[in-house]
Structures are given as C-alpha cells and as structure tokens.
Nanobody, 112 residues
Framework: QVQLVESGGGLVQPGGSLRLSCAASGSISMYDMYWYRQAPGKQREWVASILISSRPDYADSVKGRFTISRDNAKNMVYLQTDSLKPEDTAIYYC???????WGQGTQVTVSA
C-alpha cells in the first residue's frame, strides 16, 4: 500500500492561493490520482483528478481556479488552488479511491 502524505494547507485570505502537495511513498505512475475535500458537517466531495495519462478533470465548483498536476518521477501530486473562497475551507485529501487509499489530509482555511 502506497502511503500518501499531504502538506501545504494553511490559513489564507479570500482571493489568495495555496499549493497543496501529496507525497507518495512509492510509485504512483500506475494510478489515477484524486483530491477530495471535506468541510465541517458535510460529506467528502471530489475536487479534482488526474489520470495515468495526465488528463485532468475538475469539479464545477473549482474549475478555472484549481490546477492538478503530477510528477511521477518524484511520486508527487499537486493541487494549485487560486482565487480561494471561504467555501473552499475544508480538509483536503489526496487519494487513490480504487484502492481506498488516503492520506491524513491537510487543512485549508479561507478567512479574512
């Protein structure tokens, strides 16, 4: 089982940016990789995904503001979050849903 560790979260003002990182303990080249998030009192929701082919896809709520990328050589997945809004506040998780494999999450708080 590949271990996943997220980092890069924090407190940011509305309109700000954060770059979230997901470090894997082993090769991710054969996996579609996903970012999900969970806000307080809400279900976990899909944010973005990047396939083995590197084709990205985004939830409508973040399209045009977030960018997912991967670096298979470094076993890393990234989520660049721009133009952040208070409703983006959540714990962000990197994962491989097909294997029910998730990191511990990183907190993103968007507040003035």
């Amino acid at each position: 089982q590949v271990q996943l560790v997220e980092s890069g979260g924090g407190l940011v003002q509305p309109g700000g940016s954060l770059r979230l990182s997901c470090a894997a303990s082993g090769s991710i080249s054969m996996y579609d990789m996903y970012w999900y998030r969970q806000a307080p009192g809400k279900q976990r929701e899909w944010v973005a995904s990047i396939l083995i082919s590197s084709r990205p896809d985004y939830a409508d709520s973040v399209k045009g503001r977030f960018t997912i990328s991967r670096d298979n050589a470094k076993n890393m997945v990234y989520l660049q979050t721009d133009s952040l809004k208070p409703e983006d506040t959540a714990i962000y998780y990197c994962g491989i849903p097909s294997r029910d494999n998730w990191g511990q999450g990183t907190q993103v708080t968007v507040s003035a």
